[in-house]
């Protein structure tokens, strides 16, 4: 079984501040990692798919970095906005041909 | 849009009825995966279709089934239906069957809200 893990569950900040996220994964048998953003009432949007150890990817405010040999990636947003407030889904595959397992998601919330 | 389409949006069926839920996905996609989101639940897998041909299987109950059709729109059958399937439905489609190739990951439909009653 293959457990993809976030942390925290949920998070608070103030417009303006800067915030970050983790996700865990299983180091061995590493594929891939992609990241997603839900916000409510939509459907999940892709922001990056990762798949070397050290890769840094970056859309906008929104970051991430991966480490394949400890099993995390962390998602960065830099002065957080309104319109930030979703839920982050991260999810990894068993295997290079199988499709991906979401983690629970992290619910971001920034106060105005 | 995002191009991947399901119909219907909404859904309000009694125990014991059969539905079925239909996803075209965005042009060019070759795979489908259906997911299911329940109260308080994640994204539960249950079923990828690649080519018309299925690849893999979740935890997906016996009184569902899935298949894809050589337009390469599927659709996803939930039959004998209990208060508990009531749900989010999301397909999501990419053009590869790895999610190593995949650029910019799954691309997904804005999902079908089953309520059964």
Redesign the interface.
């Known amino acids: 079984i293959l457990n993809v893990e976030q942390s925290p569950q949920s998070l608070h900040v103030q417009e303006g501040d800067s915030t970050n996220f983790t996700c865990s994964f299983p180091s061995s048998n590493f594929?891939?990692l992609?990241?997603?953003r839900w916000e409510t009432a939509?459907?999940?949007?892709?922001?990056?798919?990762m798949?070397l150890n050290g890769d840094e990817k970056k859309k906008g405010r929104i970051s991430a970095t991966l480490n394949t040999k400890e099993g995390y990636s962390y998602l960065y947003i830099k002065g957080s906005q309104p319109e930030d407030s979703a839920t982050y889904?991260c999810a990894?595959?068993k295997t290079?041909?199988?499709?991906?397992?979401?983690?629970?998601?992290t619910s971001l919330s920034v106060i105005p | 849009d995002s191009g991947v389409t399901q119909t219907p949006k909404h859904l309000i069926t009694a125990t014991g009825q059969r539905v079925t839920l239909r996803c075209s996905p965005r042009s060019g996609d070759l795979s489908v995966y259906w997911y299911q989101q329940s109260l308080d639940q994640g994204l539960q897998f249950l079923i990828q279709y690649y080519n018309g041909e299925e690849r893999a299987k979740g935890n997906i109950l016996e009184r569902f089934s899935a298949q894809q059709f050589p337009d390469l729109h599927s659709e996803l059958n939930l039959s004998s239906l209990e208060l508990g399937d009531s749900a989010l439905y999301f397909c999501a489609s990419s053009v590869s069957d790895s999610p190593i190739d995949l650029n910019y990951g799954y691309t997904f439909g804005s999902g079908t809200r089953l309520t059964v009653v």
Do not use: N, R
Not at chain 1, 42 to 49: D, G, H, I, R, T
Not at chain 1, 96 to 105: L, R
């Open positions: 594929y891939a992609h990241w997603y939509k459907s999940p949007e892709a922001l990056f798919v798949t889904l990894s595959p290079s041909y199988d499709k991906v397992i979401f983690g629970p998601g």
